[in-house]
Nanobody, 128 residues
Framework: QVQLVESGGGLVQPGGSLRLSCAAS????????IGWFRQAPGKEREGVSC????????YYRDSVKGRFTISRDDDKKTAYLQMNSLKPEDTAIYYC?????????????????????WGQGTQVTVSS
């Protein structure tokens, strides 16, 4: 079993940056792909990005390509989501989750039910 804890959220102005972290417990972190998802009020949870295990192949939903960067440090059992040029529409609770591979539709991670273990989420608010 894997336990995930997200951190790094907060309030930022449009155009600003945040780096989210996803810290994992357990010895099998390196074997899992890590996905980042988000859920805005009144909306369904949507996939943002995913990074595979071993070869570190990355995937992004179209709306964040060129602005967000996913990475992982298996020695630290931590995954990251660097978010630049943030927009108000990026406001949501952000979650990380594990899967054996990056389940996705095209380059968009998901559906969420294909991911196994989840963190509790961290709030990101983009507002002036």
């Amino acid at each position: 079993q894997v336990q995930l804890v997200e951190s790094g959220g907060g309030l930022v102005q449009p155009g600003g940056s945040l780096r989210l972290s996803c810290a994992a417990s357990g010895s099998t972190f390196a074997y899992y792909a890590i996905g980042w998802f988000r859920q805005a009020p009144g909306k369904e949870r949507e996939g943002v990005s995913c990074i595979s295990s071993r070869d570190g192949i990355t995937y992004y939903r179209d709306s964040v390509k060129g602005r967000f960067t996913i990475s992982r440090d298996d020695d630290k059992k931590t995954a990251y989501l660097q978010m630049n040029s943030l927009k108000p529409e990026d406001t949501a609770i952000y979650y990380c989750a594990t899967s054996l591979v990056c389940r996705r539709a095209g380059t968009t991670p998901g559906p969420p039910e294909m991911y196994d273990y989840w963190g509790q989420g961290t709030q990101v608010t983009v507002s002036s």
